[in-house]
């Protein structure tokens, strides 16, 4: 069975950044187009930035409105691993971190908390 296993989450203050990496267990998962959610308190998860597989063209990316120019997503796929590098945190960032494929979702890893708060 399929696993993610996210990590790099933590307590930061606003402005600041993290990085959260994402490894998947399946090298197929090299093949999909894989994304970032987040799931605030009392809130549904949403897709925050996804990108494209890169095995034959560079991959593109995209973003949700509320991040746009602050994260930046990113995958090595010889290290099976999807990368959130999240910076000018603001509070309304805090959330538990989740990735997985963009369709056809693969049983969800654990997530990893970001809490944004001075």
């Known amino acids: 069975q399929a696993q993610l296993v996210e990590s790099g989450g933590g307590l930061v203050q606003p402005g600041g950044s993290l990085r959260l990496s994402c490894t998947y267990s399946?090298?197929?998962?090299?093949?999909?187009?894989m994304g970032w959610y987040r799931q605030a308190p009392g809130k549904q998860r949403e897709l925050v930035a996804q990108?494209?597989?890169?095995?034959?063209?560079?991959?593109?990316?995209n973003y949700v409105a509320s991040v746009k120019g602050r994260f930046t997503i990113s995958r090595d796929n010889d290290k099976n691993t999807v990368y959130l590098q999240m910076n000018s945190l603001k509070p309304e960032d805090t959330a538990v971190y989740y990735c997985?494929?963009?369709?056809?979702?693969?049983?969800w890893g654990q997530g990893t908390q970001v809490t944004v708060s001075s």
């Open positions: 997985n494929r963009v369709s056809t979702f693969a049983p």
């Open positions: 399946k090298s197929i998962f090299r093949l999909y187009a």
């Open positions: 990108i494209t597989s890169n095995i034959t063209t560079g991959a593109s990316t």
